[in-house]
């Protein structure tokens, strides 16, 4: 058994994995984190990390960037292991992840999705037998109509693992409506759509003569990062100082 922290308990993605958590034997939330209080919960939600009571092996964050440095002085006390899910932090926050990694056990991902990391390590298998064949690479994701970053953290996480089984020799080209000449060979086109209600859509194509190869990956709801998060948790649970990612997880699977 995982005992959790829920670091961003009110939130949505907080609520997510503690529903999820409570059909899970293997995992259980026992405390939460969060400014608001107030949700309702089956376990005590505290404004602080150093209020918890509570015995806890890992701690999930889903939180704010404002909330990230007190929560990595609490792992540096306490060695406590973190999946650390909150995204947007600062050059200095992701050098103090960097820090904490070499005291304590972190796991840092781009997307937590079990799909989405199981595609990157094929799309580098793609990437080797496509690209020196010629194949040009695009990549299009999809997201909802509020989401303020673009293109996403996940299409550029894409393009890296196709890009690093290509020595990283490629050039990632985002708006073509300047330019008018023909595409060159070692580029990666990335391109964004925004609206609705979409979760997360994202295409990887490998277009060659004649024939098109496409790998696609589909987010109906946010649980498939909920999920994920949990599978994290449980993996970092008894691990040793280190920064780990969602490979990890996959490759102990």
Known sequence: MTRIIMHGASGFMGKVISDLCEADSDAKVVAGVDVNTEADRNYPIYKSLDEV???A???IDFSHVSA???????????????VLCTTGLSEEQLSKVKDLSEKSAVLKSANMSLGINTLMDLLKKAAAVFAPAGFDIEIVEKHHRRKLDAPSGTA??????????????????YDRSSRREQRPDKEIGISAVRGGTIVGDHD???????????FSH?????????????EAAKFLNGKGAGLYDMSDVIAAK
Do not use: Q
Not at 68 to 82: A, G, Q, T, W
Not at 158 to 169: F, G, H, I, K, Y
Not at 218 to 230: C, D
């Open 156 to 173: 550029l996480a894409l393009a890296d693992s196709v890009n690093e089984a290509l020595n990283n020799e490629y050039e990632y080209v």
């Open 68 to 82: 990230i440095d007190n929560m990595l002085s609490f792992c540096e006390k306490s060695k406590m292991p973190v």
């Open 57 to 59: 092996d890992v701690i």
């Open 218 to 230: 589909t987010a109906y709801s946010r649980s498939v990062f909920a999920k994920g998060s949990i």
């Open 53 to 55: 009571k509570e015995e």
């Open 204 to 214: 990887v194509i490998f277009a060659g003569t004649d024939e098109v190869i496409t």
